[in-house]
């Protein structure tokens, strides 16, 4: 595929920019500035787990998984050459994985002072490592969180602690979250977070995690405190619809966003406010799948969903002094997302890259995409 021009041929694998321009000299400003905003990748298979690499030396990677009905799944490795323009998957990277992982979340290690490590989640979590010469991926540990049985309720997802990078705290069907000490391979603590199944967790500092569960809420956990836990906020229309995703804004952590099951609306919440949103984004037409903060901003999220469309949002209003005024007129519908992008099918997955903050990356079907924002 290396030094060919033209796009990519129907039933191979690799990724084109969406506009490939001419070769040559001849190429003018605006064809290069095109050629470089979209980037496709297309998978053998439907893509699911979708995440960036976070280290500094791996600019443009990411990893994906995919969704195959049974047990034989698989995990690839991509990345941006960025003088071709081409997404590569390297086969000394790909490797196959038990069922379809439901979250894939490389370390988050900047500055390379750890292995170079991949976490995945499915039946178990498993912590995988990047051979240092790229030439393999290995399964470094699978951590099981049910003392009592080989068996347990699958992870729905999980989330790796940024402020301390030895923790990952998974939610699981059982209703359970657990944070694991992945150095020493151990569970750190588990406690019964919810009535119901528990969809996701999201880390908002060293030891403050949250969750959301099909039993419709979303709860606030201190691991200084394992007893209790704070509801911020229950699901309404009506009382007790499932809540699927939750994403914690890492740069103000006030702010929360979560998703309701087969809802089009995003829920914004301010936890010091607990139980009335802030403000509800109400611009997708389907419902929503994924919501992604913005790394180096604390006012703009990302949002995607069954309406093919990927929004950002700008939610600077919120944080001004007349809060009540500015979420009320916000409550009303009345945001507008600043920037709209249309995919070729139902975006599933949506990931924001926290080392390359001008770009976002999205799945849908067989594709993966990055857009540069």
């Not at 990411?62 to 034989?72: D, R, V």
């Not at 151990?186 to 060293?206: F, M, N, R």
């Not at 001008?358 to 849908?364: G, P, Q, T």
């Amino acid at each position: 595929m290396g030094g060919s021009g033209g796009a990519v041929g129907v039933g191979e694998r690799g990724g084109t920019p969406d506009r490939r321009s001419s070769e040559g000299d001849g190429e003018d400003e605006q064809q290069k500035q095109q050629r470089s905003e979209i980037y496709t990748y297309e998978a053998p298979w439907h893509i699911y787990a979708m995440n960036w690499s976070v280290r500094r030396d791996k600019k443009y990677r990411l990893a994906i998984g995919s969704l195959l009905e049974g047990y034989g799944n698989l995990m690839e490795i991509v990345q941006l050459d960025e003088t071709t323009g081409e997404i590569r998957s390297d086969p000394a990277l790909s490797f196959e994985h038990p069922y379809p992982p439901t979250k894939a979340m490389f370390v988050p290690d900047r500055d390379c002072l750890r292995p170079d490590i991949l976490a995945t989640s499915a039946d178990f979590l498993r912590i995988w490592r990047v051979a240092d010469d790229s030439s393999r991926v290995e399964l470094r540990a699978l951590l099981n969180g049910n003392r009592n049985s080989e068996f347990c309720g699958p992870l729905t997802s999980f989330d790796w602690n940024d402020a301390e990078p030895r923790r990952i705290g998974t939610s699981s069907i059982d209703t359970t979250c657990t944070v694991w000490d992945i150095d020493r391979e151990a569970v750190d603590t588990q406690l019964i977070a919810h009535d119901k199944e528990v969809y996701d967790i999201a880390w908002g500092g060293v030891g403050v995690f949250a969750s959301v569960s099909a039993d419709g809420s979303v709860r606030v956990f201190d691991l200084r405190d394992k007893e209790h836990s704070t509801i911020i906020y229950e699901s309404a229309e009506p009382p007790g619809t499932p809540l699927v995703r939750l994403g914690w804004n890492k740069q103000d952590p006030r702010y929360m966003a979560t998703i309701i099951m087969d809802s089009a609306k995003v829920v914004v919440l301010d936890i010091r406010f607990p139980t009335l949103p802030v403000v509800e984004l109400h611009r997708h037409q389907a419902s929503v799948n994924a919501i992604a903060w913005a790394p180096h901003s604390s006012c703009h999220i990302c949002t995607a969903g069954d309406d093919s469309q990927a929004l950002i949002w700008d939610l600077s209003s919120m944080g001004s002094d007349q809060q009540p005024a500015a979420s009320a007129a916000a409550a009303e519908g009345g945001l507008d997302p600043i920037l709209a992008y249309t995919a070729g099918a139902e975006i599933e997955q949506l990931q924001w890259s926290s080392s390359q903050p001008d770009w976002v990356a999205i799945a849908f079907s067989t594709k993966l995409q990055i857009l540069r924002v």
